[in-house]
């Protein structure tokens, strides 16, 4: 009696998916202009997270929506349209894609590399549905979940976390941009107040010129003779030697 | 009388010295607004699509501006020298009007200097870099003047957008409308170049690998030139008004001391 009790056993632990505690995560180390754009993010890539074991087994992202991440099935195939990156979010929880051996991902990671996986960099195979597997742009802002599953021939053997909500950038339009005056530098009030009164007071200058034309001005008691006035014949007169004779 | 006489020859000294001042500052303004109506820095397209170039408007104000006063001053001088009382009057109305044009242009300088932000060359920049689809036949040369002067700009310089690269991801603009998003996170001429002037890695490119990419902004790059062009013609102008003020005042007071 115990042999059936085996037998009905062995297929239910062939079935059991080993659950690896890792949390798939954005790359922090370079830190990385184009981290999450509108349509890609980057992921680190999952080094020293599986065994050994596993070195036979394909290790694939999965993409979901975070609302549609606990509707995904570790049973669905790779390559098949109900996990084809054409068919979500439509009408897939989730798609597979950039699959990978142990041997892409060599533990431990070489000093300076960096490991990355950019989700949504393959541009051409968006709508080629000879291609599931297409890591094409992403169209919605998300929030995204992503998690690793190693399948062994099309038997899952082993799954990480699924990450946190990944959000995308969405993009403003360019008419929210303003361009109103935003006020005047004091240098500008400055220079158009003082050239304004120095104008102003030239002005009045010349108005003053021309209204005392010809009469004294406060330039002096006496006008300045100008240097081609006529000259005057200088002589003695018998005034001035007498003077001084009178009055001894 | 001698010791009017002498104050007189005191202020006709200081005006034919002023005056001399006047020509020679007349003929450096007139030079500094040559420079910058050559526009070393080809930044003229972004200013021309702006449709508010009153700066390259107040840089040629400038040119027959100086040329003016150092012919004025001239006239000036030959005039105190003759006390000629007719020749001065005209010298005083016709330095009044130059005051008024200069003063025109250093005010016009100064408030579009204040009128160019960043905000401006980031939304055109959005609306035209390697914009497709033109209105008319204006508008592609517009377009094709802004385009041109970004990827200079972007080269010479090894910048991106007017903050930063984030620029084309805040932002949608016509360039997404043909480049997508995957592929272009930003134009390729924000990344770093070889010699060849191809990128470097076009994956560390997109990825936005430091050293990679350009991550400063190019706005430093443009305000640079055009603060100085605005400010020279703007603070340069101010500072011989200034001087002309003084120089005319006294010619007023020395006109009103001539013998009729």
């Not at chain 1, 062939?14 to 754009?37: C, D, S």
């Not at chain 1, 941009?177 to 107040?193: F, K, P, R, Y």
């Not at chain 2, 100064?110 to 508008?139: C, G, V």
């Amino acid at each position: 009696t115990m042999l059936p009790l085996l037998l009905l056993l062995l297929p239910a632990a062939h079935g059991i998916v080993e659950h690896v505690a890792y949390t798939p995560f954005l790359t922090k180390t370079p830190v990385l202009e184009g981290l999450t754009t509108g349509s890609t993010f980057v992921l680190e890539q999952p080094r020293c997270v599986f065994d050994d074991k596993y070195s036979n087994a394909d290790i694939w992202l999965v993409v979901a929506l975070e609302k549609t991440a606990t509707a995904f099935n570790n049973t669905v195939a790779p390559g098949t349209p109900a996990s084809a990156f054409q068919n979500f979010p439509d009408s897939v929880p989730a798609y597979m894609t950039l699959n990978a051996t142990l041997a892409n991902y060599p533990c431990p990671k070489a000093s300076g590399e960096i490991t990355v996986l950019r989700v949504g960099s393959e541009t051409s195979c968006t709508e080629d549905v000879a291609r599931p597997t297409c890591n094409g742009p992403l169209s919605g802002p998300g929030p995204y979940m992503v998690k690793f599953l190693a399948l062994e021939g099309s038997e899952p053997v082993a799954e990480t976390d699924w990450s946190t909500p990944i959000m995308l950038r969405t993009a403003k339009s360019p008419n929210s941009i303003s361009t109103t005056d935003e006020g005047h530098s004091a240098g500008m009030i400055a220079i158009t107040t003082i050239l304004s009164i120095l104008f102003a007071i030239l002005l009045a200058g010349l108005v003053a010129m021309l209204i005392f034309w010809g009469s004294d001005t406060c330039g002096g008691s006496s006008p300045f003779s100008k240097p081609e006035a006529v000259t005057v014949r200088r002589y003695n007169t018998h005034h001035v030697y007498d003077q001084p004779a009178a009055r001894l | 009388m001698a010791k009017s006489d002498d104050c007189m020859r005191i202020l006709q000294g200081l005006l034919v010295f002023g005056n001399v001042v006047i020509g020679m500052c007349g003929i450096a303004l007139t030079a500094e607004c040559i420079y910058f109506v050559s526009d070393p820095h080809g930044l003229y397209p972004l200013l021309e699509d702006t449709e508010n170039n009153d700066i390259h408007a107040a840089a040629w104000i400038g040119i027959f501006v100086g040329f003016a006063l150092f012919a004025l001053s001239i006239l000036g001088i030959i005039g105190i020298i003759k006390s000629d009382r007719t020749l001065l009057l005209v010298y005083i109305i016709l330095m009044l009007i130059t005051f008024a044009f200069e003063m025109a242009s250093c005010i016009t300088a100064a408030t579009h200097r204040d009128f160019l932000t960043p905000n401006i060359f980031l939304k055109q920049m959005l609306e035209r870099y390697q914009n497709s689809e033109p209105a008319n036949n204006n508008d592609k040369l517009m377009i094709e003047g802004v385009t041109k002067t970004w990827d200079k700009i972007m080269l010479q310089n090894h910048c991106c957008g007017v903050l930063g690269p984030s620029d084309w991801q805040e932002y949608t603009s016509a360039f997404r409308v043909t480049h997508s998003d995957a592929d272009f996170p930003w134009p390729r001429k924000c990344c770093a170049m070889d010699e060849q002037g191809l990128p470097i890695s076009l994956d560390g490119c997109k990825l936005g690998v430091p050293g990679y990419y350009n991550s400063d902004g190019c706005y430093d790059a443009i305000s640079g030139p055009m603060n100085t062009h605005a400010w020279g013609v703007a603070w340069f102008g101010f500072a011989i008004l200034c001087w002309t003020f003084c120089v005319l005042l006294g010619t007023m007071f020395y006109w009103s001391g001539i013998e009729y």
